[in-house]
């Protein structure tokens, strides 16, 4: 689909990030899942050479050591050059590790050659497009954070290894600024940086804050998600009804959206009442337990990235919060959880990064007692109906 046309394609955000990479800025661009981070890196692709841009999207989540990550971006770059491009630059890293090889290898005298460093031949690749004389280069990093989180698991060689790579990808942005980054995240990257002791790396990089779509914009990709035959049981849905259904998913994320789109059924109506009778229909048949796959992604994440103690007191908070629509304020959860020992200010911390997230969002952090409540409505429905047991 050409999205350059569409209100909910992303083209505001993306000349406002091409308008900071052309004024030499490298881009943060954390956000909670689902909020349409991927997609927004596909359309600066899409977009790249429009602005004058040769943008490279990689996927790092799946990496568990640098040794992926580099591969992975090596990768990644490869397909962009030419196969002579690859091929010259592939020999001259073949010759340049036989010839004055980055570190010790045990192993015969060949094995320079047959063992690609793939941190030192990612530098050598970098390196080749920052002298690129025809083209600019940003690469588009997904998911950052959860790989440096699988290095951060390792203890603290992991953790060592970690704050290596942000200071190692550090000096390559100095070295070759030609060459521009945008990295992405859904878990928290500032508590990894804080605990590794690279939050000056993480400082160079100036955030872009991506929001949810617009009551408009999120109007008008609802009603095509009919037109475009993505429905199965719809090929109308009326501005009426797409109204209806944006209400009630509250958090405008283009995901949720055509999850509960995805079911209705029903003949189009204008009649506000009659939409409102649908759309609570498809709700109902949205929140089952065969759609844990809709949800499910929200416990993983904190099963995944949380340590024990954490996890246990956030599944505590959000439970609590499930069952009060209207939110609760800090002390009152604190009395919730009951918890011996918990502290306010661990509450705090912890609505913190439920905050950044996406679990939750918070009236006023400048309050005394800031209330928090669930941000996406129907995750909040889904919690309250298949709330998770802090310890399994």
């Given at each position: 689909?050409?999205?350059?046309?569409?209100?909910?394609?992303?083209n505001?955000e993306v000349?406002?990030?091409?308008?900071l990479?052309?004024?030499?800025?490298?881009?943060s661009m954390?956000?909670?899942?689902?909020?349409g981070?991927?997609?927004?890196?596909?359309?600066?692709?899409e977009?790249?050479?429009?602005?004058?841009w040769?943008?490279i999207?990689?996927?790092?989540a799946?990496?568990?050591?640098?040794?992926?990550?580099?591969?992975?971006?090596?990768?990644?770059?490869?397909?962009?050059r030419?196969?002579?491009?690859?091929?010259?630059a592939?020999?001259?890293?073949?010759?340049?590790?036989?010839?004055?090889p980055?570190?010790?290898?045990?192993?015969?005298?060949y094995?320079h050659?047959?063992?690609?460093?793939h941190?030192?031949?990612?530098?050598?690749?970098?390196?080749?497009?920052?002298?690129?004389?025809n083209?600019?280069w940003?690469?588009?990093?997904?998911?950052?954070?959860?790989?440096?989180?699988?290095?951060?698991?390792?203890?603290?060689?992991?953790?060592e290894?970690?704050?290596?790579?942000?200071?190692?990808?550090?000096?390559?942005?100095?070295?070759y600024p030609?060459?521009?980054?945008l990295?992405?995240?859904?878990?928290?990257?500032?508590?990894?940086?804080?605990?590794?002791n690279y939050?000056?790396?993480?400082?160079?990089?100036?955030?872009?804050?991506?929001t949810?779509?617009?009551?408009?914009?999120?109007?008008?990709?609802?009603?095509?998600?009919?037109?475009?035959g993505?429905?199965?049981?719809?090929?109308l849905?009326?501005?009426?009804e797409a109204?209806?259904?944006?209400?009630?998913?509250?958090?405008r994320?283009?995901?949720?959206?055509?999850?509960?789109?995805?079911?209705?059924?029903?003949?189009p109506?204008?009649?506000?009442?009659?939409?409102?009778?649908?759309?609570e229909?498809?709700?109902?048949?949205?929140?089952?337990?065969?759609?844990?796959a809709?949800?499910?992604?929200?416990?993983?994440?904190?099963?995944k990235?949380y340590?024990?103690?954490?996890?246990?007191?956030a599944?505590?908070?959000?439970?609590d919060?499930?069952?009060?629509?209207?939110?609760?304020?800090?002390?009152?959860?604190?009395?919730?959880?009951g918890?011996?020992?918990?502290?306010?200010?661990?509450?705090?911390?912890?609505l913190?990064?439920?905050?950044?997230?996406g679990?939750?969002?918070?009236?006023?952090?400048?309050?005394?007692?800031?209330?928090?409540?669930?941000?996406?409505?129907?995750?909040?429905?889904?919690?309250?109906?298949?709330?998770?047991?802090a310890?399994?």
């Amino acid at each position: 689909m050409d999205y350059t046309s569409k209100s909910y394609g992303r083209n505001d955000e993306v000349a406002a990030i091409y308008r900071l990479i052309n004024a030499g800025t490298d881009v943060s661009m954390p956000g909670p899942r689902r909020l349409g981070k991927t997609f927004v890196l596909e359309r600066l692709v899409e977009a790249g050479h429009a602005h004058g841009w040769e943008a490279i999207k990689v996927e790092v989540a799946g990496c568990k050591d640098t040794r992926g990550f580099f591969r992975q971006l090596c990768v990644g770059i490869g397909k962009h050059r030419s196969p002579g491009e690859n091929i010259t630059a592939w020999l001259r890293q073949r010759l340049g590790q036989a010839i004055d090889p980055r570190t010790d290898t045990n192993g015969a005298w060949y094995q320079h050659f047959i063992t690609l460093d793939h941190e030192a031949y990612f530098e050598r690749l970098v390196k080749a497009l920052h002298e690129d004389p025809n083209r600019r280069w940003l690469l588009l990093i997904d998911e950052l954070p959860i790989f440096l989180k699988a290095l951060h698991d390792q203890g603290q060689q992991g953790i060592e290894a970690a704050r290596t790579f942000m200071n190692h990808t550090s000096r390559l942005r100095v070295d070759y600024p030609k060459v521009r980054w945008l990295i992405t995240g859904s878990i928290g990257l500032e508590p990894l940086a804080q605990a590794g002791n690279y939050m000056g790396v993480l400082a160079k990089f100036q955030t872009y804050g991506l929001t949810t779509l617009s009551e408009v914009q999120a109007r008008d990709f609802v009603i095509d998600l009919a037109l475009t035959g993505r429905l199965v049981d719809r090929q109308l849905i009326t501005a009426t009804e797409a109204d209806s259904i944006v209400k009630a998913v509250g958090w405008r994320a283009a995901f949720y959206l055509e999850a509960l789109a995805s079911k209705l059924a029903g003949t189009p109506t204008e009649n506000a009442q009659e939409a409102a009778a649908l759309i609570e229909a498809a709700m109902a048949r949205l929140l089952q337990p065969n759609e844990l796959a809709t949800f499910g992604v929200w416990e993983e994440h904190l099963r995944k990235h949380y340590p024990d103690t954490d996890r246990a007191i956030a599944i505590a908070l959000l439970n609590d919060l499930a069952r009060h629509p209207q939110g609760l304020g800090i002390d009152a959860l604190l009395a919730a959880v009951g918890q011996p020992g918990l502290t306010r200010d661990a509450v705090r911390n912890l609505l913190m990064r439920l905050d950044a997230e996406g679990f939750i969002t918070i009236d006023d952090w400048g309050a005394d007692n800031p209330v928090a409540a669930f941000r996406n409505v129907l995750l909040r429905r889904w919690w309250t109906r298949f709330p998770p047991q802090a310890n399994t």
